[in-house]
Nanobody
Framework: QVQLVESGGGSVEAGGSLRLSCVAS??????MAWFRQAPGKERAGIAAINGYGSLKYADVVVGRFTISKDNANDILYLQMNSLKPEDTAIYYCAAGWVSWTSALVESTYTYWGQGTQVTVSS
């Protein structure tokens, strides 16, 4: 069993930065990922990292967001730079044994955090 707790969300102006954290408790050799859900839209995967350190990003965040993991402390991070109003969403971290080809697919993940709100104003 894995419990995930996100933090670091907030309000920022366009062009600003935020860093999200996700503390994982319990056994955690899983692939971990960040998803987000904007108002009126489905939850979408934006970044993933596996146990080998491989990284995967959705096209909409490439070059602006960076996923990383502190393995010693089981903390997942998402550094978000050059934020845009369209990045406004609830951000969730997820963990699970997933195929790397499906690492940004919501249905493949078993464990989810409660989410943290990110609001970007223009």
């Amino acid at each position: 069993q894995v419990q995930l707790v996100e933090s670091g969300g907030g309000s920022v102006e366009a062009g600003g930065s935020l860093r999200l954290s996700c503390v994982a408790s319990g056994h955690n050799s899983y692939t971990m990922a960040w998803f987000r859900q904007a108002p009126g839209k489905e939850r979408a995967g934006i970044a993933a990292i596996n146990g080998y350190g491989s990284l995967k990003y959705a096209d909409v965040v490439v070059g602006r967001f960076t996923i990383s993991k502190d393995n010693a402390n089981d903390i997942l991070y998402l550094q978000m730079n050059s934020l845009k109003p369209e990045d406004t969403a609830i951000y969730y971290c997820a963990a699970g044994w997933v195929s790397w080809t499906s690492a940004l697919v919501e249905s493949t993940y078993t464990y989810w955090g409660q989410g943290t709100q990110v609001t970007v104003s223009s």
